[in-house]
């Protein structure tokens, strides 16, 4: 079996030596062939001349051409590598290259869909100095890629995979994933996963270039994720978590309303009509707008002013199907323990789905061709 590893790089050429010689010296026991791809996005770091220095003839250096980006660099080497088996690796030696020919011969292994150099697997370690924020962005990265996998540590950027498992997903790999193994469990429908302990160490020389940006990008890739498996059931997720915050700024606005004018001294009923008009315009408007930016970005072809107005149609009727749907079951339920709240509960999940349904069928329709 051949094996080719790719390595994304931006300004790493002063760990480029060590990288090599640490492969060079894990791989030749193995009595694999390999090579190495040094996917260049360019760093006018002098890296080209520490690569010719090397003189490894195993060694390639890809000096990129735009789109630039660690996912795009990836995915390209993955698709220029000839290896039968594929390993993905960072170049500033957190992942060990020693654990190369572990990851291999899991890989090898044809149970095995997709193999991660795991911090998280029973075994593995992470280098002492993590600060408690980095440790939380972390940890809930992990939590949101629950949504499509248990495995320890879908983070990781050390993978190794056979060729053949790659080309299930052809066309599909999508390179804003710079959490290719996230990407590659998901679109290549990978089942078995296996994890090779390792111990992450800090990067040895260089800056890294992981700040808010990539987790901004990395919470998109999870949505792209999540609609690519799960369709309309994840725009409906979508429109729920837009329907909470709505119901956070309903009793903003209804609290600071209504406190306004009791202090300005209106009336009990004129204060509470008014507050509960206000608050549910207020959040119908907030909803619509997050709405048209991300339930139905793909969808927002009506002028602004007639979607908005669509959907504020759409959200009364629902909001009487709401109140229809409760009061029916609550009469039916009046002597079960809770009977009214479940009611309640249910007649907020009728008016949810109605007006998931206007709102798709009515407000943000793709324009027929
Ligand atoms: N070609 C290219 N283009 N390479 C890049 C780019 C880019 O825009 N940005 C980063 N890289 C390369 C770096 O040179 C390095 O080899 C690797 O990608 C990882 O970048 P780091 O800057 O070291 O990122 P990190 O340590 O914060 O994150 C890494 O480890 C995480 C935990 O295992 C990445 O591998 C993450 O995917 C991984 O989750
Ligand atoms: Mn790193």
């Not at 040094?38 to 003189?55: A, I, T, Y």
């Not at 009487?320 to 002597?335: F, G, P, Q």
Request: glycine share 8%.
């Amino acid at each position: 079996m051949h094996v080719s590893i790719v390595v994304p790089t931006y300004r790493e050429a002063l760990n480029i030596p060590e990288l090599t010689k640490r492969i060079d010296a894990a791989m030749r026991p193995t009595g694999h062939t390999f090579d190495l791809w040094l996917m260049d996005d360019p760093s006018n770091d002098g890296v080209e001349k520490v690569v010719r220095d090397l003189g490894y003839s195993w060694v390639h250096l890809v000096t990129r051409t735009p789109p630039r980006g660690l996912g795009f660099a990836v995915l390209e080497g993955l698709r220029k590598a000839p290896g039968d088996i594929l390993v993905v690796m960072d170049a500033d030696l957190s992942h060990p290259p020693e654990r190369i020919p572990d990851l291999v011969s899991a890989a090898e292994r044809p149970e095995n869909d997709l193999v991660i150099g795991s911090r998280y697997a029973p075994g593995g370690t992470i280098a002492g100095d993590w600060s408690l924020l980095r440790h939380i962005n972390s940890r809930a990265a992990t939590l949101l890629a629950r949504l499509f996998t248990w495995v320890k540590d879908p983070m990781s950027g050390f993978l190794a995979m056979r060729k053949d498992i790659l080309d299930r997903a052809a066309g599909d790999l999508d390179p804003i994933g710079y959490k290719i193994g996230l990407e590659l469990i998901v679109k290549c429908r990978c089942r078995r996963v296996a994890e090779v302990p390792i111990h992450f160490s800090d990067r040895q020389l260089g800056k890294s270039k992981m700040g808010l940006k990539e987790q901004i990008r990395y919470v998109v890739h999870v949505r792209r994720l999540a609609r690519w498996k799960y369709g309309e059931l994840a725009r409906f997720a979508e429109f729920g978590i837009v329907g909470l915050t709505g119901v956070f700024v309903n009793l903003l606005v209804v609290t600071l309303v209504s406190e306004q004018m009791s202090r300005m001294g209106f009336a009990a009923s004129a204060r509470l009509n008014t507050a509960i008009t206000l608050a549910v315009f207020a959040s119908m408007t907030t909803n619509f707008f997050l709405n048209r930016m991300a339930t139905f970005s793909d969808k927002a072809t009506k002028s602004l002013g007639r979607a908005y107005l669509t959907f504020v149609a759409v959200c009364l009727i629902g909001g009487v199907v709401n109140w229809w749907t409760t009061k029916r079951l609550a009469t039916e339920w009046h002597e079960i323990t809770l009977g009214l709240q479940i009611a309640a509960l249910c007649g907020v999940a009728a008016g949810m789905l109605f007006n998931y349904a206007g709102a798709r069928m009515f407000v943000f329709r793709t324009k027929r061709t």
